[in-house]
């Protein structure tokens, strides 16, 4: 079994229960943050020391309060992390239930496992850890990927904040300055409309409501 697991989660109440998983578990060394920052600066430290971490276990959605944070979420952690621990393994624990997303990150992110945040969450965290640690991936059984992903395989985090600001209600002509405003590239109003115009012709729609409208059905919003 994993000898040294991370887990970042901002709710006590959470963070007390994956713990008791992971003490059931008769994992050694546990440490657990509530910022994302924190997580990443123990995850370097352990590297610095040698003593690197196996698993990192997190949420994807952090709540801001009055401490600033360089990563906001989860995923912007995940991707740290990885880039300076590739042989990290990734378990999401997150009350996300869109299928769109959760498939993201497992091809994107390249995730080991996806917790559901729900009843019997303990029982489903540790099937994960046990499967994740005999290289397998898991998700929980409440949830089931699309069989044929095609409709979420080729959205990409970028697609995913085009569409969430398009949801938002935001125009999408005005759409580039927020990109620049969040340092998003491509950024530009023609790549933009040239990415638009690619999702509704894989959906096979007309307007930018009825994408909204399908990717919303489909899970990926």
Do not use: W
Request: one cysteine or more; charged letters at 30%.
């Amino acid at each position: 079994m994993f000898s040294k697991i991370l887990i970042a989660e901002d709710h006590e109440s959470s963070n007390f229960s994956v713990q008791k998983v992971l003490k059931d578990l008769k994992i050694p060394s546990v440490d657990h943050v509530y910022y994302c920052d924190d997580a990443f600066s123990y995850l370097k430290k352990s590297l610095e020391t040698d003593s690197p971490y196996e698993v990192l276990l997190t949420d994807l959605s952090f709540e801001e309060d009055h401490r600033k944070q360089l990563l906001k979420n989860g995923r912007e952690l995940i991707k740290c992390c990885r880039d300076l621990h590739p042989e990290l393994k990734v378990i999401v624990f997150s009350g996300e239930h869109r299928l769109g997303i959760i498939d993201l990150l497992f091809n994107e992110l390249e995730i080991n496992a996806f917790v559901r945040k729900a009843r019997s969450d303990s029982k489903e965290l540790k099937k994960a850890v046990e499967a994740v640690y005999n290289n397998e991936t898991y998700i929980s059984h409440d949830l089931k990927l699309p069989v044929k992903s095609i409709n979420t395989l080729e959205f990409t985090n970028y697609d995913i904040v085009l569409l969430q600001l398009l949801s938002d209600g935001i125009l999408q002509k005005n759409i580039p300055q927020i990109l620049q405003e969040r340092d998003i590239h491509p950024n530009s109003l023609s790549s933009v409309e040239k990415r638009m115009n690619a999702m509704k012709l894989a959906l096979t729609v007309k307007n930018n409501e009825q994408l909204i409208a399908q990717c919303k059905d489909l899970g990926i919003i």
